[in-house]
């Protein structure tokens, strides 16, 4: 694909700086410039570095006045960035059609446009909607939903009664529909399983990664919202709900009924324990943890364990290294030397 330089400032609102008539074949990063290539950069203090690159142009933040490349300044040149590559890399299509190794029930609907690939197993009662990608190996259980628009990548595991909305990517190894992590010690102390057959309801524009679990309800729903979007290896249990356009990074585990609101994002390793209410625009910070049935307030950012807002818990590292420093000098130890910083 080649665009101008004028093309792509008009797609992305931007402001051109010399060099309309220039065309570029692809976009990238600093380390991956070269002749034909459109790269961007956030801060201006990677100009330089930039300048002395064979690209064509950059895309920087609009408060960069000039450079010896022309310049499309924007806002917020990593969105930028973003919807270029979608137009630059666009993703795989799939012919339409059905695998003769695929395994279809007579009594399941399938849209037009469809692609079911190898071993794939669709069992009856489903329903797939117009131009779902349904890739080798992936399983779909009895009278689960997929929409229109949707990737389904290899060996994705979508047990009964699932829902999964239009335009959502579902990465292999995920499974939608597990049961929940439910049990009740007995007389005798052995642990009884309790039934879980509620349902798991993925809204649309949702992202799943590689190998994450999203159990089923035990009696209601498990629900992902619209445009959340869940990275590898990441755990939601029975009952939660996820709020819209969230942002949950990998090994995040989510205890059962945990309610998130809109905008949450989650670093990694995240621990919620049951019955967590988040509000809307919060931030946890990488392993974060949170104790049963607390209530997080909108618009914070915590991190800790257990959680504070960064404020105090940067305070009280610092606190807490100090004073290590203080007994070990005491005690003639030596502690960390490189990289230690307070």
Known sequence: MEMTLKEVADMVKGDLIGGPSI????ITNLEGAGPG??????????????????????????????????????????????RLAQIFFPP?????????????????????????????????GVTIGNRSVIGAGTFIGLNSKVG????????????????????????SGTVLGGDGFGYV????????????????????NVEIGCNA????????????????????LVQIAHNDDIGENCAISGLCALAGSV????????????????????????????????APHKKVKPDQILWGAPARPIQEAKLLYVMESRRLKEIMKERGEEGLSDGESD
Request: proline content about 5%; some cysteine.
């Open 23 to 26: 065309t570029v074949r692809t």
């Open 37 to 82: 290539a459109l790269i961007w950069i956030e801060k201006k203090r990677y100009l330089k570095a930039a300048e002395e690159t064979e690209a064509e142009a950059i895309i920087c933040k609009d408060d960069i006045e000039t450079s010896s490349k022309p310049l499309i300044r924007v806002e917020n040149p990593k969105l930028a960035f973003a």
């Open 92 to 124: 795989r299509q799939f012919p339409p059609g059905i695998s003769p190794d695929a395994t279809v029930s007579p009594e399941a609907k399938i849209g037009s446009g469809v692609s079911i690939q190898p071993r794939a197993v669709i069992e009856a």
């Open 148 to 171: 229109s628009d949707t990737r389904l990548y290899p060996n994705v595991t979508v047990n009964e009664d699932v829902v999964i909305g239009d335009r959502c990517i579902i990465h």
């Open 185 to 204: 010690q007995d007389e005798n102390g052995l642990q009884v399983k309790i039934p879980q057959v509620g349902k798991v309801i993925i809204e649309d």
């Open 213 to 232: 679990c999203v159990d089923r309800a035990t009696f209601d729903e498990t629900i992902i919202r619209k445009g959340t979007k869940i990275d590898n």
């Open 259 to 290: 309610k998130t609101g809109k905008n949450v994002i989650m670093g990694g390793q995240c621990g919620i324990a049951d019955h967590v209410e988040i509000g809307d625009n919060v931030m946890l910070g990488a392993r974060t943890g949170i």
